[in-house]
T-cell receptor, first 115, second 111 residues
Framework: NAGVMQNPRHLVRRRGQEARLRCSPM?????VYWYRQLPEEGLKFMVY????????ESGMPKERFSAEFPKEGPSILRIQQVVRGDSAAYFC?????????????FGQGTRLTVV | GDSVTQMEGPVTLSEEAFLTINCTYT??????LFWYVQYPGEGLQLLLK?????DKGSNKGFEATYRKETTSFHLEKGSVQVSDSAVYFC??????????FGSGTQLTVLP
């Protein structure tokens, strides 16, 4: 059973371009979470999705950021018109449910660099 | 809002030394508490957890006890190995939907 797969592992974008980060959850997992880790900081929650639904986006910046988890295919975190401050590591996690006793499994992350 | 504060690194120890990484939390109510570990080039892995006061989580020789009175969840290991070199994250969660992480502590164990 493959783990949570994120790609690309490294992404370089120029200011103003769009960044698309992909996350394939573990088999059988229908809950996906995105976190962002800025340099020298801990991971910060961004958004929680189930198939075709955004459940909690309280950590998402109001502009330029969006996320989806379609019925088929990976979850996508999309950042439009990237700026230098978007440079960070973006981690995806998945779980089979949402209970407190349910473990979330993390991917290796996508490291976004905006130049 | 909820927050987690953990000991700043980096921490460098010799093999077989005793390890403590401090972690304190602030939260409304009684969150669940976690330690995650990130080995080089890999994602975060759950190391141990505790869901209520006085619970002790343990795994791979690591231990942490949920102390409500001091709002702490310090990570300890009696004898570290080179293979324990990694970044350790303390985290709390009041809901199943999101974790609040500390900033991470880099541990390097020298042979």
């Amino acid at each position: 059973n493959a783990g949570v797969m994120q790609n690309p592992r490294h992404l370089v974008r120029r200011r103003g371009q769009e960044a698309r980060l992909r996350c394939s959850p573990m088999k059988g997992h229908s809950h996906v979470y995105w976190y962002r880790q800025l340099p020298e900081e801990g991971l910060k929650f961004m958004v929680y999705l189930q198939k075709e639904n955004i459940i909690d986006e309280s950590g998402m910046p109001k502009e330029r950021f969006s996320a989806e988890f379609p019925k088929e295919g990976p979850s996508i975190l999309r950042i439009q018109q990237v700026v230098r401050g978007d440079s960070a590591a973006y981690f995806c996690a998945s779980s089979p449910g949402a209970g407190l006793s349910t473990e979330a499994f993390f991917g290796q992350g996508t490291r976004l660099t905006v130049v | 809002g909820d927050s987690v504060t953990q000991m700043e690194g980096p921490v460098t120890l010799s093999e077989e030394a005793f390890l403590t990484i401090n972690c304190t939390y602030t939260a409304t109510g009684y969150p669940s508490l976690f330690w995650y570990v990130q080995y080089p080039g890999e994602g975060l892995q759950l190391l141990l957890k505790a869901t209520k006061a006085d619970d002790k989580g343990s795994n791979k020789g690591f231990e942490a006890t949920y102390r409500k009175e001091t709002t702490s969840f310090h990570l300890e290991k009696g004898s570290v190995q080179v293979s324990d070199s990694a970044v350790y994250f303390c985290a709390s969660s009041r809901t199943a939907r999101q974790l609040t992480f500390g900033s991470g502590t880099q541990l390097t164990v020298l042979p």
